[in-house]
Protein backbone atom coordinates (compact mmCIF):
# COMPACT_ATOMS: atom_id res chain seq x y z
CA UNK A 1 0.00 0.00 0.00
CA UNK A 2 1.27 3.47 -1.14
CA UNK A 3 2.09 6.17 1.73
CA UNK A 4 0.47 9.16 0.53
CA UNK A 5 3.07 11.97 0.49
CA UNK A 6 3.01 14.75 2.61
CA UNK A 7 2.41 18.21 1.18
CA UNK A 8 5.83 20.22 0.97
CA UNK A 9 6.07 22.33 4.55
CA UNK A 10 5.15 26.18 3.29
CA UNK A 11 6.08 29.58 4.76
CA UNK A 12 3.50 31.19 7.15
CA UNK A 13 1.98 34.38 5.80
CA UNK A 14 3.70 37.38 7.11
CA UNK A 15 7.18 35.57 7.20
CA UNK A 16 9.90 35.44 5.10
CA UNK A 17 12.66 31.97 4.90
CA UNK A 18 16.25 32.77 4.51
CA UNK A 19 15.77 31.62 0.56
CA UNK A 20 12.89 34.20 0.45
CA UNK A 21 14.78 37.43 2.13
CA UNK A 22 17.82 36.49 -0.64
CA UNK A 23 15.92 36.93 -3.62
CA UNK A 24 14.96 40.01 -2.11
CA UNK A 25 18.59 40.74 -2.10
CA UNK A 26 19.75 40.05 1.02
CA UNK A 27 23.03 38.29 2.16
CA UNK A 28 23.85 35.67 5.46
CA UNK A 29 25.94 38.54 6.31
CA UNK A 30 23.00 41.39 6.05
CA UNK A 31 20.54 38.79 8.02
CA UNK A 32 22.88 38.50 10.79
CA UNK A 33 23.30 42.29 11.02
CA UNK A 34 20.25 43.77 10.28
CA UNK A 35 17.60 41.31 11.68
CA UNK A 36 19.84 39.06 14.29
CA UNK A 37 17.87 36.17 15.74
CA UNK A 38 15.12 34.96 13.64
CA UNK A 39 11.20 35.21 14.72
CA UNK A 40 10.01 31.62 14.49
CA UNK A 41 11.01 28.33 12.24
CA UNK A 42 8.67 25.71 10.03
CA UNK A 43 10.19 21.90 8.99
CA UNK A 44 12.35 21.41 6.08
CA UNK A 45 11.08 19.84 3.10
CA UNK A 46 14.71 19.05 1.84
CA UNK A 47 15.68 15.17 2.79
CA UNK A 48 18.72 13.78 1.67
CA UNK A 49 18.46 9.57 2.40
CA UNK A 50 17.49 9.04 5.52
CA UNK A 51 19.39 12.87 6.52
CA UNK A 52 16.92 15.20 7.67
CA UNK A 53 18.06 19.07 7.46
CA UNK A 54 17.47 21.47 10.02
CA UNK A 55 14.45 23.96 10.17
CA UNK A 56 14.09 26.85 8.03
CA UNK A 57 14.82 29.90 9.97
CA UNK A 58 11.71 32.36 9.56
CA UNK A 59 11.53 36.41 9.65
CA UNK A 60 8.71 38.51 10.24
CA UNK A 61 8.28 40.42 6.54
CA UNK A 62 7.29 43.55 8.97
CA UNK A 63 10.55 43.79 10.00
CA UNK A 64 12.62 42.91 6.99
CA UNK A 65 10.84 45.67 5.25
CA UNK A 66 11.36 48.49 8.06
CA UNK A 67 15.18 46.69 7.52
CA UNK A 68 15.31 47.51 4.12
CA UNK A 69 14.10 51.19 4.27
CA UNK A 70 17.05 52.33 6.32
CA UNK A 71 19.75 53.79 5.02
CA UNK A 72 22.51 51.90 6.48
CA UNK A 73 20.97 48.79 5.07
CA UNK A 74 20.51 50.33 1.57
CA UNK A 75 24.57 50.99 1.59
CA UNK A 76 25.12 47.66 3.08
CA UNK A 77 23.10 45.76 0.63
CA UNK A 78 25.15 48.28 -2.38
CA UNK A 79 27.88 47.08 -0.64
CA UNK A 80 27.27 43.61 -1.04
CA UNK A 81 26.32 43.85 -4.58
CA UNK A 82 29.11 45.88 -5.59
CA UNK A 83 31.07 42.63 -4.33
CA UNK A 84 29.14 39.94 -5.65
CA UNK A 85 29.11 41.13 -9.29
CA UNK A 86 33.45 41.86 -8.78
CA UNK A 87 33.46 37.81 -7.82
CA UNK A 88 31.30 36.82 -10.41
CA UNK A 89 33.33 38.90 -13.00
CA UNK A 90 36.68 37.54 -11.61
CA UNK A 91 35.26 34.51 -12.03
CA UNK A 92 34.06 34.63 -15.41
CA UNK A 93 37.95 35.57 -16.01
CA UNK A 94 38.97 32.41 -14.74
CA UNK A 95 36.87 29.93 -16.36
CA UNK A 96 38.18 32.11 -19.77
CA UNK A 97 41.77 31.84 -19.37
CA UNK A 98 41.34 28.30 -18.07
CA UNK A 99 39.67 27.26 -21.20
CA UNK A 100 42.32 29.32 -23.32
CA UNK A 101 44.59 26.91 -21.84
CA UNK A 102 42.98 23.50 -22.10
CA UNK A 103 41.94 24.69 -25.71
CA UNK A 104 45.74 25.35 -26.44
CA UNK A 105 46.77 21.45 -25.27
CA UNK A 106 43.85 20.13 -26.89
CA UNK A 107 44.79 21.84 -30.43
CA UNK A 108 48.05 19.98 -29.91
CA UNK A 109 46.81 16.95 -30.69
CA UNK A 110 46.23 15.80 -34.72
CA UNK A 111 44.31 12.08 -34.85
CA UNK A 112 45.89 9.74 -36.80
CA UNK A 113 43.01 8.14 -38.65
CA UNK A 114 43.58 5.31 -41.22
CA UNK A 115 40.57 4.70 -42.78
CA UNK A 116 38.44 1.68 -42.57
CA UNK A 117 36.09 -0.12 -44.82
CA UNK A 118 32.94 0.58 -43.04
CA UNK A 119 29.17 1.51 -44.63
CA UNK A 120 28.55 4.61 -45.21
CA UNK A 121 26.65 6.30 -41.86
CA UNK A 122 28.79 4.11 -39.70
CA UNK A 123 29.63 7.06 -37.28
CA UNK A 124 29.78 5.34 -34.09
CA UNK A 125 32.41 2.15 -35.73
CA UNK A 126 34.33 5.28 -37.33
CA UNK A 127 34.51 6.68 -33.82
CA UNK A 128 35.38 3.65 -32.04
CA UNK A 129 39.11 2.50 -32.95
CA UNK A 130 39.94 5.85 -31.57
CA UNK A 131 38.60 5.72 -27.93
CA UNK A 132 42.09 5.07 -26.48
CA UNK A 133 43.80 7.37 -28.16
CA UNK A 134 41.04 10.30 -27.18
CA UNK A 135 41.28 8.84 -23.64
CA UNK A 136 45.42 9.13 -23.60
CA UNK A 137 45.34 12.32 -25.23
CA UNK A 138 42.96 13.88 -22.40
CA UNK A 139 45.17 12.28 -19.45
CA UNK A 140 47.76 14.10 -21.29
CA UNK A 141 45.82 17.22 -20.72
CA UNK A 142 45.10 17.14 -17.17
CA UNK A 143 48.54 16.29 -17.15
CA UNK A 144 50.32 19.34 -18.20
CA UNK A 145 47.04 21.51 -16.97
CA UNK A 146 46.78 20.44 -13.36
CA UNK A 147 43.70 18.37 -12.12
CA UNK A 148 40.80 18.92 -14.05
CA UNK A 149 37.49 19.14 -12.25
CA UNK A 150 34.46 17.73 -13.59
CA UNK A 151 33.68 20.81 -16.26
CA UNK A 152 37.40 20.79 -17.32
CA UNK A 153 37.42 17.51 -18.32
CA UNK A 154 34.24 17.58 -20.31
CA UNK A 155 35.33 20.83 -21.66
CA UNK A 156 38.46 19.03 -22.70
CA UNK A 157 36.47 15.88 -23.91
CA UNK A 158 34.67 18.33 -26.44
CA UNK A 159 37.38 19.60 -27.95
CA UNK A 160 39.27 16.39 -28.33
CA UNK A 161 36.63 15.04 -29.79
CA UNK A 162 35.80 17.99 -32.20
CA UNK A 163 39.32 17.33 -33.38
CA UNK A 164 38.87 13.74 -34.05
CA UNK A 165 35.46 14.12 -35.70
CA UNK A 166 37.40 16.62 -38.28
CA UNK A 167 39.97 14.32 -38.57
CA UNK A 168 37.41 11.91 -39.45
CA UNK A 169 35.50 13.92 -41.91
CA UNK A 170 38.86 14.23 -43.77
CA UNK A 171 39.30 10.52 -43.70
CA UNK A 172 35.50 9.59 -45.11
CA UNK A 173 33.38 11.58 -47.29
CA UNK A 174 30.26 10.49 -45.73
CA UNK A 175 31.27 11.56 -42.17
CA UNK A 176 29.56 14.60 -40.80
CA UNK A 177 31.93 17.82 -40.28
CA UNK A 178 31.51 19.25 -36.94
CA UNK A 179 30.81 22.84 -37.08
CA UNK A 180 32.57 25.09 -34.95
CA UNK A 181 29.52 26.59 -33.63
CA UNK A 182 29.48 23.01 -31.29
CA UNK A 183 32.47 24.46 -29.70
CA UNK A 184 31.56 28.75 -28.82
CA UNK A 185 29.61 27.73 -25.87
CA UNK A 186 31.92 26.93 -23.94
CA UNK A 187 31.59 24.69 -20.58
CA UNK A 188 28.15 26.73 -20.73
CA UNK A 189 26.44 23.25 -22.25
CA UNK A 190 29.41 21.03 -20.23
CA UNK A 191 26.84 19.83 -18.32
CA UNK A 192 25.03 17.82 -21.62
CA UNK A 193 25.44 14.42 -22.47
CA UNK A 194 27.61 14.20 -25.77
CA UNK A 195 28.04 11.27 -28.11
CA UNK A 196 30.80 9.58 -26.47
CA UNK A 197 28.88 9.49 -23.04
CA UNK A 198 26.64 6.94 -24.49
Do not use: C
Not at 152 to 172: C, I, M
Amino acid sequence: MDVPKRPPPVTPEGFLATQDLKERGWTARLIREFLGEHDDTRPNGLKMGRRKFPPVKLYREERAAEAEREEDFLVAQGRAMDARERAERAGRTRRANRERVLAALADEWTPAVQPLPLRKGAVRMAREPHAKALAKELKRVASAAGTLNTPDERFVKKLLAFRLDAALASAYAWFPVPKTEQLSSGRSDASRRDDWDD
